[in-house]
């Protein structure tokens, strides 16, 4: 991992089917709910991911990723796109419709799925290939240091914060009025609903990340994850946009 004075480019592929995400999480739900929401979409599409479904191994297998993907995250899609007719929230963007039902016990089974989506096409970027240089920004390095001490002190929170979660759910690194801190959320809660936070990045917990790779090691896979697969640049892409 290096330090650079300028954000570098992050995975270089399909990154422009993650944009959309980026900006929402940069933005956060008050932008939404004050009616400057991100472009609607006529149904909410599965993007494909930012690399091969090998490209994560040994951490993450090639079988993992094609049921994770392929099964749980157009699983969410595919029940999304099955509520949304009829409600309130029919053609808006996926962001939109996260923010909006957030905290409302009457779309709680829409909201978990729109979450969800959006959790996972978060994670995905989130993540880049075994042996990829990450680059992480002077800015988010400095602000890294401020916080935590250093990006080794940061990786240990982040381990904490997802061992500590009981059950499924995430562990993030956030921004909130530009310090940094770490949370965790379960289910399908998601720090874009916060706010004044934005996520930089995540790693899910929930057992299908990781069950088939590492059965209940999650630890190791964390460490795993957070030693070999942390998208740094991305995480800098991010926090340059608050």
Request: proline share 4%.
């Amino acid at each position: 991992m290096k330090t650079s004075g300028k954000t570098s480019g992050g995975t270089g592929v399909s990154r422009r089917a993650f944009m959309a995400v980026t900006m929402a999480a940069a933005a956060g739900c008050t932008t939404v709910r004050r009616g400057q929401a991100p472009v609607a979409a006529a149904s909410v599409s599965l993007p494909a991911l930012p690399y091969a479904q090998d490209a994560l191994a040994p951490v993450i297998s090639a079988q993992t990723i094609s049921f994770h993907y392929g099964k749980h995250h157009q699983g969410y899609v595919t029940t999304l796109n099955k509520l949304l007719p009829g409600t309130p929230f029919a053609g808006m963007s996926l962001e939109e419709i996260v923010c909006r039902t957030a905290d409302k016990a009457e779309y709680a089974t829409l909201f978990n799925n729109a979450a969800q989506v959006w959790n996972h096409t978060f994670y995905w970027q989130s993540l880049m290939p075994v042996g990829k240089e990450r680059m992480v920004s002077s800015k988010l390095t400095a602000a890294i240091n401020k916080a935590f001490g250093s990006m080794t002190e940061c990786n240990a929170a982040l381990a904490d914060a997802a061992m500590k979660q009981f059950g499924s759910g995430w562990a993030w690194l956030v921004a909130e009025k530009g310090a940094l801190k770490v949370v965790r959320t379960p289910n399908a809660e998601t720090p874009l609903t916060q706010a004044g936070v934005t996520p930089l990045l995540t790693i899910d917990v929930w057992e299908h990340a990781y069950y088939l790779d590492w059965q209940n090691k999650r630890a190791d896979y964390v460490k795993a994850v957070l030693d070999r697969l942390m998208n740094w640049t991305f995480a800098s892409e991010n926090y340059e946009k608050i």
